[in-house]
Structures are given as C-alpha cells and as structure tokens.
C-alpha cells in the first residue's frame, strides 16, 4: 500500500490529507482507513527521495515528476 499512496499523490495529485481520509467501506461493520498511517509515512518518504533522485538527475531543475517522465495526472493507477 505504500507504493500505491505514493503513486496517487505524485500522480493524481492527492494530498496526504486527502488520502488519510480514504476509507474502505464495509457493508457490515465499521468502516476502515485505507492507509495506515505507517504506510503513509513511508509513502511520503519515498516521495520525497524520488523527487531528490529527479532533482539530482535534471541538473537541478525543478520540475515534477510528470514533467520529467511524462506521468499522465488523468488517471489512476492501480497497485496490486
């Protein structure tokens, strides 16, 4: 799951406020977070070592992500 809370922020823009508010909803019993907030924590250490890996391989640039790569923001990608 962290791959995946990773790959919703950088690439549909979700905030990591946005994505501790995901829940999983049961039709029997209380509802559950999505993310744990472990699993967020390290998303967003990931993240930000991504982005300092690109700044360092664009010669410093500030560019994003999708810029860089040609990450498309339109749709969401699924992780297993």
Not at 7 to 25: C, R
Not at 39 to 53: D, M, N, P, T, W
Not at 56 to 70: C, I, K, P, V
Request: aromatic letters at 6%; charged letters at 15%; proline letters at 5%.
């Amino acid at each position: 799951k962290v791959a995946q809370a990773a790959a919703w922020h950088m690439t549909n823009g979700l905030s990591w406020q946005q994505l501790a508010a995901e829940t999983i909803e049961h039709l029997v019993g209380a509802d559950e977070p999505f993310f744990t907030p472990a699993e967020l924590a390290a998303a967003s250490r990931v993240v930000a070592r991504v982005e300092q890996i690109v700044g360092q391989s664009s010669g410093g640039s500030r560019s994003s992500l999708s810029d860089s790569y040609g990450i498309s923001k339109s749709a969401p990608i699924l992780l297993p």
